[in-house]
């Protein structure tokens, strides 16, 4: 059964420097999305991803974030400056497209901000 | 603004017992429910959807149901198993955007 993979599985960086994490979604889907859940709390949404341009997004998402879609398959979430409250997992998710609605999550990137 | 509160945060129950999740929420405009299940270090697994009409539906030892008039939903697990244990999320959705409840750890002990 196809899935989505995330690497790195974990990434340890130093606070305010650039990290990216990459996301393979499944093949043929079209809309692609980010989340992160902080130890111990919710799931939270950061960013929807549709036909190359953000769909929407959500106050966290704010301009240390970008998302790009490189090239066919890899779909990334950059971190420009990090800082210690962005230690979270970071999940990916992606969905098949229109009149679907099942979004398959990627068992995600432990981010460590030191 | 749109909310997902579960209860109870956590427990633990025998394996072999039955066990019942809640689920409250604010969302609106409602689109539909589902059922995640979180096993500890990974990402969430759509266990049930239920849209608005459904009152029940089960998936193999899972069971939810909704009241959409009363904005509830719960999640039944029957005859629990070891592998049952992990963080079982609601999210709700409006019309283009999930909510997520915080979850509710289950334990099942031998």
């Known amino acids: 059964e196809p899935e989505v993979t995330q690497t790195p599985s974990h990434q340890v960086t130093q606070m305010g420097q650039e990290v990216i994490l990459r996301c393979v979604p499944i093949?043929?889907?079209?809309?692609f999305y980010w989340y992160r859940q902080i130890l111990g709390q919710k799931v939270e949404f950061l960013v929807s991803f549709y036909n190359n341009e953000i769909s929407e997004k959500s106050e966290i998402f704010d301009d240390q974030f970008s998302v790009e879609r490189p090239d066919g398959s890899n779909f990334t979430l950059k971190i420009r400056s990090t800082k210690l409250e962005d230690s979270a997992m970071y999940f990916c998710a992606s969905r098949a497209g229109p009149g679907t609605d099942t979004q398959y999550f990627g068992p995600g990137t432990r981010l460590t901000v030191l | 603004k749109n909310q997902v509160e579960q209860s109870p945060q956590s427990l633990i129950i025998l394996e072999g017992k039955n066990c019942t999740l809640q689920c409250n929420y604010t969302v609106s405009p409602f689109s539909n429910l589902r059922w995640y299940k979180q096993d500890t270090g990974r990402g969430p697994v759509s266990l049930t959807i239920m849209t608005f009409s459904e009152n029940t539906k089960s998936n193999g030892r899972y069971t939810a149901t909704l009241d959409a008039d009363t904005k509830q939903s719960s999640l039944h697990i029957t005859a629990s198993q070891l592998s049952d244990s992990a963080s079982y999320i609601c999210v709700v959705r409006d019309d283009y955007k999930l909510s997520f409840g915080a979850g509710t750890t289950v334990t099942v002990r031998a």
């Open positions: 093949s043929n889907h079209l809309y």
